[in-house]
């Protein structure tokens, strides 16, 4: 699964460390980082990601990550593009896959084998 990409929005500076050291080590996967929405999108944009995590609520600006996943998920040329939430939260869990995300996963459960099976599933549909 060598030359994953992932962009991971919204995070903070420690989750993100270990979020790219975890699907670093799992997957052989680049890690990208995007403070803002708007830098998410701009770069999703781009091209060439096979993930897109979003955090339930960005760091930076405290913008919901629901509304992250709806404009990804809305748009078009993006929808295609898997997403997952990051959030411990089952209530945004779920909202996020009737948004049109894949399950996603908590803080809490970053390298445990539940987590590892869900993501590596995505990665290994590819694009």
Known sequence: MSGKRVLSVGQCTADHS?????????????VVPASTAQEAFAK???????LVLVNR???LDGTPGLDVVRA???????????VMLVSNHADA??????AGA??????????????????GAVLEKGR
């Open 18 to 30: 270990s979020i790219s050291r975890t699907l670093g080590a799992t997957f052989g996967a680049e």
């Open 44 to 50: 999703v944009r781009g091209g060439g990601f096979d």
């Open 57 to 59: 609520v960005l760091d």
């Open 72 to 82: 990804i998920k809305g748009d078009g040329a993006l929808r295609d593009v898997p």
């Open 93 to 98: 869990q779920s909202e996020a896959v009737q």
């Open 102 to 119: 894949a399950p996603g996963f908590g803080k809490a459960e970053l390298g445990r084998p539940a987590m590892l099976a869900r993501v």
